[in-house]
């Protein structure tokens, strides 16, 4: 995995905690946040690209499946990962869906990390592992 993991997440304890399992998985693996929509596409205007990319339903400027309909179209290989804290977001989305894979933040620990290793394994397969990997980040 060449490119940074995009995460575009507003809400600095939840990009934490996200960037901490990612990190637990494969401290190798890069990862690149944006605080609002705007930026990403910004950024991905001047040629920046990802493989995967973790996105928020609830972002300023517009929601994460707005995004993700921007993106999507202009790099049809980004695969990308809707999050949400909503319990009824999956209802609000599923007409039209654009993203991949869902991620509710509402987890706990333990089921948050093994959902995301879930997702990365998906993608790229053991390569991306370490050796050890904790049960929860």
Sequence with gaps: MN???LIVEDDYTD????????HKINPSLKT?????PQEAIKSHQSNERWEIAF?????????GVEL???LKPKDPKLKCVLMSGLDNCMEQVQNGRSFDY?????FSSELFFRNIKSILLSEF?????QDKIPVAC
Excluded: A, H
């Excluded at 990009?15 to 990612?22: K, M, S, T």
């Excluded at 869902?102 to 509402?106: H, I, N, R």
């Excluded at 397969?125 to 592992?129: D, H, I, K, P, Q």
């Design 15 to 22: 990009y934490e905690r996200l960037r901490r399992c990612i």
């Design 3 to 5: 490119n940074p993991i």
């Design 102 to 106: 869902y991620l509710s933040k509402e």
């Design 125 to 129: 397969g053991s390569r991306v592992l």
């Design 55 to 63: 996105i928020d339903m609830n972002l300023p400027e517009m929601t």
């Design 32 to 36: 690149q946040r944006f605080e609002s």
């Design 68 to 70: 993700i309909k921007y």
